[in-house]
């Protein structure tokens, strides 16, 4: 092919600033980043983040995991059953205990070659796995332990869904963490899930910052830990009125958490705190997005493909510096620690239950441009609670009102 040489003159970044400027006129003010809720804001042409040490050395090859309680065994076994032979390729089963029926649960679930993670969250829940599941399982499995001295498995899920901001996730998280490394520096594989919203290059930055986080976390106490993220989409800015606009909401958090480097990829179906659970369709489409993403975007191996953008790296310079700075506040001060991550949420879920009265932020079907066409009717179910805060969800809150 005859090489084409392209006169492109070199201009300098002040060169390009005023150009944005001249353009943008009156509305310079797109050149800034700002986030109420978050407490975030920077220029986005000062081009003043120092870059990220590299953290993903080697591709991602993620995987799509679909999660299920262990209760109803028949019903959850199907369920994963079903899952697996329509493009899942891992699964994670929790809310374990001492009376799980084990080979109803797992049965023909080939545990040598699928990838199997089972949180357990006492002793007796997990002696009992031991005891009653079939031995193939016993020893292929890979058990998250939530308790104890051994435990390799945190989560900060429950935060994102009561409104912290992703500041006090990623300090919450590094607490816990911290805490049993100076009681046990281990070098060990640990799981850590997150909750990933609807802020797309946020939740991007967050779990970049997270790497890098845990790997100054692992330098401090002297030990090497292999990090394995689970990105879990949540309830927040679903809608069971308007069901489709779901489906454009948990693909975005599904790429943030891809794009992020998420080692497991956990897209919910937006139904699944209904009265009724989730359907077979809402199953089906949140298990698709993650199929489209891998076969059909092409990205089901990644390193680090963001690398460089200077958004996301400022964005993740920010929460590194701020979060690292409140899991200092915390560690120096662990009878106080409480309340001040209560008081966090309750900063962080004001402003945004507050942004969402006033429709300074707008969720289309919720607070604006509502469904107009016939949609299947559904109610939404007991809302969870965590940290003396009921789940955020916008539509139901915009119900009572």
């Known amino acids: 092919m005859t090489q084409v040489t392209i006169p492109f003159s070199p201009h300098s970044i002040e060169d390009w600033q005023r150009q944005l400027h001249k353009e943008l006129k009156e509305n310079v003010d797109l050149l800034n980043y700002s986030n109420e809720s978050e407490d975030l804001e920077f220029s986005l042409t000062a081009l003043d983040a120092e870059p990220l040490l590299p953290n993903i050395?080697?591709?991602?090859?993620?995987?799509?995991?679909?999660?299920?309680?262990?209760?109803?065994?028949?019903?959850?076994?199907?369920?994963?059953?079903?899952?697996?032979?329509?493009?899942?390729?891992?699964?994670?089963?929790?809310?374990?205990?001492?009376?799980?029926?084990?080979?109803?649960?797992?049965?023909?679930?080939?545990?040598?070659?699928?990838?199997?993670?089972?949180v357990f969250r006492t002793e007796a829940a997990f002696q009992h796995f031991k005891a009653t599941a079939d031995p193939q399982a016993v020893a292929h499995v890979r058990p998250l332990f939530a308790y104890g001295d051994h435990q390799n498995y945190h989560s900060t899920f429950d935060l994102q869904q009561v409104g912290a901001n992703c500041i006090t996730q990623l300090a919450v998280g590094l607490f816990e963490l911290q805490q049993q490394l100076q009681n046990e520096p281990l070098s060990q594989t640990i799981y850590f899930e997150f909750g990933v919203g609807s802020e797309f290059l946020l939740e991007i930055a967050k779990l970049m910052a997270f790497r890098t986080l845990v790997a100054q976390l692992a330098q401090l106490n002297g030990c090497k830990l292999d990090l394995q993220i689970i990105s879990k989409t949540g309830f927040s800015n679903k809608s069971l009125?308007?069901?489709?606009?779901?489906?454009l909401r948990l693909s975005?958090?599904?790429?943030?958490?891809?794009?992020?480097?998420?080692?497991?990829?956990c897209t919910q179906?937006?139904?699944?705190?209904?009265?009724?659970?989730?359907?077979?369709?809402?199953?089906?489409?949140?298990?698709?997005?993650?199929?489209?993403?891998?076969e059909e975007a092409h990205l089901?191996?990644?390193?680090?493909?963001?690398?460089?953008?200077?958004?996301?790296?400022?964005?993740?310079?920010?929460?590194?510096?701020?979060?690292?700075?409140?899991?200092?506040?915390?560690?120096?001060?662990?009878?106080?620690?409480?309340?001040?991550?209560?008081?966090?949420?309750?900063?962080?879920?004001?402003t945004s239950l507050k942004r969402f009265a006033q429709r300074q932020d707008t969720l289309i079907g919720i607070n604006g441009y509502m469904n107009e066409f016939a949609a299947p009717q559904a109610t939404w179910g007991q809302i969870p609670e965590a940290y003396g805060f009921p789940y955020i969800i916008f539509e139901k809150i915009s119900s009572n009102d």
């Open 57 to 118: 050395d080697q591709p991602s090859d993620w995987k799509r995991i679909v999660y299920g309680s262990a209760s109803n065994e028949k019903e959850n076994n199907q369920y994963f059953l079903q899952a697996l032979m329509q493009g899942a390729d891992a699964i994670l089963i929790d809310q374990t205990d001492h009376s799980t029926n084990w080979p109803t649960l797992l049965q023909a679930i080939e545990t040598p070659y699928i990838s199997c993670l089972i």
């Open 241 to 247: 009125i308007d069901p489709y606009t779901n489906l």
């Open 252 to 265: 975005t958090e599904s790429l943030s958490g891809v794009l992020g480097g998420t080692d497991y990829l």
């Open 269 to 294: 179906p937006y139904d699944a705190l209904s009265a009724t659970g989730s359907g077979d369709f809402s199953r089906r489409m949140a298990l698709n997005i993650g199929n489209l993403l891998a």
């Open 300 to 350: 089901g191996t990644l390193t680090a493909p963001l690398s460089g953008a200077y958004s996301i790296e400022k964005m993740s310079s920010l929460l590194i510096e701020r979060s690292w700075n409140l899991l200092c506040d915390l560690d120096s001060n662990r009878v106080a620690a409480a309340q001040r991550i209560q008081d966090n949420i309750l900063k962080a879920r004001t």
